[in-house]
């Protein structure tokens, strides 16, 4: 005893095609519509750097007047090498 049954299956592909471009068109503009919020702390950098330009803004004041202050104290002590060298170039 064989039988066969036999079935037609249909299928509406263009309609389905039409909604899928219309699924594609939206996907399409989904990442145009987010929008990402950045918060840049700017102020604890421009707080430290600040800090740093001014540390090295009182070094240098520091250095620059040990070197006046060290030359200065040495001009009475090379008075007199000058003064020989001045006696000697004049000889």
């Known amino acids: 005893m064989e ?3 036999e079935a ?3 299928a509406r592909i263009k309609e389905f095609e039409r909604k899928m471009a219309k699924v ?3 996907a399409r503009t989904i990442p145009n519509a987010i929008a ?4 840049a702390r700017v ?3 421009q707080s ?3 800090r740093i330009a001014n540390n090295m803004q009182s070094f240098g004041t520091v250095a ?3 070197f006046s202050g060290g030359f200065i104290a040495a001009l009475p002590a090379l008075s007199p090498i ?3 060298m001045v006696g000697g170039a004049g000889a």
């Open 64 to 66: 620059g007047n040990a």
């Open 8 to 10: 037609v299956v249909g």
């Open 36 to 39: 990402v919020k950045v918060n």
């Open 48 to 50: 430290k750097m600040s």
């Open 82 to 84: 000058i003064g020989t």
């Open 24 to 26: 594609n068109k939206i």
């Open 43 to 45: 102020d604890k950098f």
């Open 3 to 5: 039988e066969r049954m």
